[in-house]
């Protein structure tokens, strides 16, 4: 039976690839790569049966995609070590800063790019609390880590980005 | 602490809106699944078309092989290498006898030397049996030849002192020759000669 010809399958897909996406982007922050990586999860999901699990489907889903992604990171900064093309890395980047972006008045690209430069370790449990589905033991149960680690990074998070976005507002408005 | 509940309020809201994909990404990725699913699904059927011939070869080549002779009880050996048997294998055995390789002394599990396995030769190592092609039809006598038909004739018509006479000299040719041992004396020198 091909994928399209799965009903069941077909509607996960639809169901859950946002969810999947959120996930992955947490760990590579790079759309392209998240988008390899989330067909990667579904692929992974649709060979081994794994996508039939019907209990606690998001938590599942998402400590899948977090390997696959971790798994994907691994072997791109393998390639990308040998590869010439490493001098791109030290280019200035297109995205604005969240200087700039506080300036421009869009507050929420400021508040994204300030994510995007948090530690990996409080980064992906901080956009997985994000998500309406899943709690601190779930979280913790996906990153292989205790419920109470999962608190502390959340917290430690949230603390570093109240203290950034606070100083770049005093800036902006001073 | 109003500014504390204004920064929250932003970063939850940011959060909400953290890694946004492109509109229509669930349609885009079943497609692009389908078309690698397909793919690879192609590659499997290229495996299986270049692997299933490859292995009916070897396994025809396995079955036309010629096989090696199975394993032998050392009571079987024993009873074909001590000469003609009363049992009804008998010809059974002398059939197997000819295809055989080198025969081997076993002696009866009484004696105090180990019983030698015919894939064995003096010193105890293993020999690769020689595989010969089984004959489907067992071989049938032929006719004897001139050498030997003039034999046949001489022993049914000869004298008894004729057959002696002829045993001897067969037995007179198949004897070592002895050959004495060599001595060369050498040459007196011309010195001794004069002396």
Known sequence: MTIEADPGFTALVERQSRFVFRVVYAVLLNSSDA?????????KLYRNHGWRQEENEPAFLARVAWR?????????SRSTESDASLAIDQMPSLQPSPEQALTSANENAAVHALIDSLAEELRV??????MEELNSRQIGEILGIPEGTVRTRLQRARQILRE??????ETRYA | MPERDKIDQLIDSA????AEPRAGLEQWMLARMATDASRSSRRGWLLMAIAVPVFGALMLMIYLAPRAPHAQPPSQIASTSRGPSTTPSAEHSVGRLVTEPAPHVVQSSGSSHPIRHRDQDVDGHTNNPVTRPKENIFPRPQPMTAEEQAMTR????????????????QRRVDEPLNI???SIVPLPSLEDKQN
Do not use: H, N, W
């Open chain 2, 154 to 169: 001489f022993a049914a018509e000869a004298s008894e002192s004729d057959r002696k006479a002829l045993i001897e000299a």
């Open chain 1, 164 to 169: 950034k976005l606070a100083s770049l507002m």
């Open chain 1, 125 to 130: 449990p901080l956009v997985l609390s994000a």
């Open chain 1, 35 to 43: 988008e390899d990586a989330v067909q990667e999860t579904f692929l």
């Open chain 1, 68 to 76: 696959t992604a971790v798994d994907l990171r691994r072997r791109l």
């Open chain 2, 15 to 18: 959060l909400d809106g953290y």
């Open chain 2, 180 to 182: 004495s041992a060599i």
